[in-house]
């Protein structure tokens, strides 16, 4: 059995150094070991067809093609125009607008790296061409695109209840990242002004009461998505897939009929690159689950699980340990399969402990989002440097204050379960 196991987790590990996509990666590893152990392939096959057939799942296809109009359609750059009109007006009011605005459209992407690549790529520029330094305005847009990951609604947050087993509420997990969320922004706009007084960055013009009005009228209808959906899916209207089909037939309504800012025809490139967004995502779903299956069936949860608490009965330090797992692994392995392989192996520990799975849940998100700012795979901290003109080394230097903040938050949610379960507990009972 101890052989299995390394030729499961050795072969991965191998495919990851050697940049095998993640999704062939977990496959082979998963094939090989099944072949070593004496099973037949079409027990993999089985798993991942099992991994895939939820109807929860369903709601991921159509948030993505949400996110996916709403990005393209001209919501971003009003999302940025309201939220100048609210705070654009302190000192270094540019850095807050954008982390107020990553706020909002993380609300409707539920993507950090959909979130950079909209926002990022009309805020960084203005950003330096305002007098704002490349570094700063790089990491203030990549460190509040982590909001996205946390403020509902999360296509991720529906894998991790999948992974937890199907026994955890979405609408509570939803409702579980909105004070998180908006504290996290928070806590960003204070570090970010505290690093603007300090560089004297400038304050943007006030805008005219009547521009305002204006501004916030044309705004109100891309906010109004996420709290149809989160007011559909807490209330019991609708369920969190029902609530996905109508973010993305009213964001379509909303971005060709009323906005007009892209012509309809536009639709076919969206829905080309909603395809090859969600294939990934599947494929990445379907071999993790058979991979999570086999490290089930070599008993690596229960190994893993014995070993931490082995470790030390003092549920403060086996947290932390826990948090150190999720923070380490997220920067060499992408979110969605490391949500499904990490989930049925420490939700167990945590639970032991008396962490609730829904806080575990937001945790997690917060801790793999931090991953997707660090190198090695950073796919967020990649994009917004392929945006900004800058290379990796210097932006991951220049992170250290933002991710400080991160790891005070990591702790706060993991330790105050209260900011996670307040919400949920007070809305839904």
Same mark, same amino acid.
């Given at each position: ?24 990666? =977990?496959?082979?590893?998963? =094939? ?61 009011? *540019?850095?807050?607008?954008?982390? *107020? ?21 009309? *805020? ?288 706060? =949610? ?16």
């Amino acid at each position: 059995m101890d052989t299995a196991i390394i030729i499961l987790l050795g072969s991965f590990l191998v495919m990851l150094v050697l940049r095998i996509p993640i999704a062939f990666s =977990l496959g082979i590893s998963t =094939l090989l070991t099944a072949f070593y152990v004496g099973l037949p392939p079409m027990v993999v096959a089985q798993q991942m067809v099992k991994g895939i057939n939820s109807f929860s799942l369903m709601a991921i296809p159509f948030f993505i093609i949400a996110g996916e109009i709403m990005g393209q359609g001209g919501i971003s750059d009003r999302l940025i125009k309201f939220s100048n009109v609210m705070i654009g007006w302190m000192r270094g009011g *540019l850095a807050m607008v954008n982390i *107020l605005a990553s706020m909002f459209f993380g609300g409707i992407s539920g993507s950090s790296v959909a979130d950079v690549s909209s926002i990022g790529t009309i *805020l960084i520029p203005m950003m330096e061409k305002n007098g704002y330094d490349k570094d700063y305005s790089i990491n203030v847009t990549i460190t509040s695109s982590v909001q996205g990951i946390i403020i509902p609604p999360s296509h991720n947050m529906i894998i991790y209840a999948l992974a937890a087993g199907g026994g955890i509420s979405v609408a509570k997990l939803f409702l579980a990242g909105v004070v998180p969320g908006v504290l996290l922004g928070i806590a960003l706009m204070i570090l970010s002004h505290h690093i603007a007084v300090k560089r004297n960055y400038p304050r943007e013009k006030r805008v005219s009461f009547k521009e305002s009005l204006k501004i916030v009228r044309d705004s109100i209808l891309g906010l109004l998505t996420a709290f149809i959906i989160i007011g559909g899916v807490t209330s019991g209207i609708f369920t969190a897939t029902e609530s996905a089909a109508i973010a993305a037939v009213y964001a379509f309504i909303i971005t060709f009929f009323v906005y007009k800012d892209i012509p309809l025809k536009q639709m076919v490139g969206i829905l080309r690159n909603s395809l090859s967004t969600l294939s990934m995502v599947v494929a990445i779903i379907a071999t993790s689950s058979a991979f999570a299956w086999m490290m089930s069936y070599l008993q690596v949860p229960k190994m893993i699980t014995e070993a931490l608490l082995n470790l030390s009965n003092n549920p403060i330090i086996i947290l932390l340990i826990v948090n150190v797992i999720l923070l380490l692994l997220g920067t060499i392995m992408d979110m969605a399969p490391l949500i499904l392989i990490a989930t049925p192996i420490l939700l167990p520990v945590v639970t032991s402990v008396g962490m609730n799975p829904i806080t575990f849940g937001v945790v997690m998100m917060l801790n793999l989002g931090v991953g997707l700012l660090t190198p090695p795979v950073g796919s967020t901290l990649f994009v917004g440097c392929s945006i900004g003109g800058a290379s990796i080394e210097r932006i991951a230097r220049k992170l250290i204050p933002f991710y400080l903040l991160l790891a005070v938050m990591v702790l706060l =949610l993991t330790f105050i379960p209260e900011l996670t379960l307040w919400l949920p507990n007070f809305l839904m009972g």
